[in-house]
């Protein structure tokens, strides 16, 4: 896929991811104004848990699918792997809504209105059943089997590992701090949580183009074009990133305080924690779904995103009962950091480095400059 028709593909989807957050412009300000901080707070707590209830039923299948639906060579095989990813999460669905009815009474916020956790629970398993990534305008109706779940189920394992590591327990966070802190806090963590969910959700559309574009490039052996379509991506995560990081570290007081009201004053100052965690998430993106995915690196992944959770749960614990809002949220940045470092260091042993633009002038520049060094070291010594 040439630069042209990328961009073509990446607005058209950016479109509907549009179009679907429109509605956030009007529901938040109303939401915060018309709640207050505490019930309002009870239902973003409800919102984080419908997010973890959407990606355990999920289980990994969206980006393995992404890359089977790549290299389908007809509409009988996009139809087979459409049948097989709707009979597999209709299964998991159903344990999805089991874990979503004890959460809701587990929590102490949500057991008060039951009712909002247990909508909460329904919305996630209906959008787990959302197979857009799919979408070929030809897959016909799907033919449910329970013949090949598991296998499916196995092949997705390392990358459900590496979700419920990093992904899942950062979703996970609103509820999380239900239990650790007040429902004042858990209010302005909320609020402000879902802004920095709306920026990295925002990263999402793209790897909706380049995974399937990447794979298909390194399947056909077309190992240069992949490499070019991997930096392009790059190029776009690594500089939405930084622009997020501008924005949220300069304007969340202002606009924050503007949309919700000044009881959710302390919310900007949460955003702002937050905004640190926008460079590395958007690092991360790339380097999981543009760089490993593609290559199939998922058990390397799996590791990097469980270990980077634990980081990410012993901070939260930590820091969530002393600092509240504003301590969830530097856990969640002490997490993406640590993921950043991980596949970071991960990249480098594999010389996948040079995948990041700039990476291989500053590795050479380094090695030339170690260079000089050394020899005026040696030169010293003589």
């Known amino acids: ?44 707590a409800a919102m984080s848990l419908m997010n973890v209830i959407w990606m355990l039923a999920s289980y990994g299948f969206t980006f393995v699918g992404m890359r089977e639906i790549s290299k389908a060579q007809n509409n009988s095989e996009c139809n087979a792997i459409y049948s097989l990813h709707t009979s597999a999460r209709l299964a998991l669905c159903a344990l999805g809504a089991c874990i979503g009815v004890v959460a809701t009474f587990c929590s102490p916020t949500l057991s008060e209105r039951p009712l909002i956790g247990l909508l909460a629970t329904t919305l996630g398993v209906v959008s787990a059943l959302n197979l857009g990534w799919l979408y070929q305008g030809r897959l016909g109706r799907p033919h449910l089997s329970f013949s090949g779940i598991a296998s499916l189920v196995k092949g997705s394992t390392m990358l459900f590992c590496y979700s419920s590591g990093s992904v899942v327990l950062t979703a996970s966070s609103t509820y999380l701090l239900t239990l650790l802190s007040t429902p004042a806090q858990v209010g302005y963590f909320g609020a402000a949580e879902r802004f920095a969910t709306i920026g990295l959700s925002l990263m999402g559309p793209a790897s909706q183009v380049f995974i399937p574009t990447i794979s298909r490039q390194l399947a056909q052996g077309d190992k240069a074009g992949a490499h070019s379509t991997t930096r392009r991506g790059a190029t776009l995560m690594l500089g939405y990133g930084l622009l997020v990081f501008c924005g949220a570290l300069t304007l969340s007081p202002i606009v924050l305080r503007l949309i919700l009201g000044e009881a959710f004053t302390p919310s900007g100052h949460v955003l702002q924690c937050f905004a640190w965690m ?35 749960l012993v901070a939260a614990l930590y820091l969530a009962p002393r600092y509240g809002a504003e301590g969830m949220a530097f856990a969640r940045v002490i997490g993406e950091l640590s993921l950043s470092a991980m596949l970071l260091t991960i990249m480098v042993r594999l010389e996948l480095i040079t995948l990041v633009p700039g990476a291989g002038r500053a590795i050479a520049m380094a090695r030339v400059a170690w260079g000089t060094r050394g020899q005026a070291g040696a030169g010293k010594e003589d």
Do not use: C, H, Q, T
């Open 1 to 44: 896929m040439d630069g042209k028709k990328s961009a073509n593909v990446i607005a058209f989807v950016y479109g509907g991811y549009l179009m679907r957050y429109v509605y956030l412009i009007i529901v938040v300000p109303f939401y915060g104004r018309v709640l207050g901080v505490a019930e309002y707070g009870r239902v973003l």
């Open 278 to 312: 926008f460079p590395f998430a958007a690092f991360n993106e790339f380097a999981a779904f543009y760089v490993f995915v593609p290559r199939k690196k998922d058990r390397l992944l799996a590791i990097a995103g469980a270990a980077s959770g634990v980081a990410n």
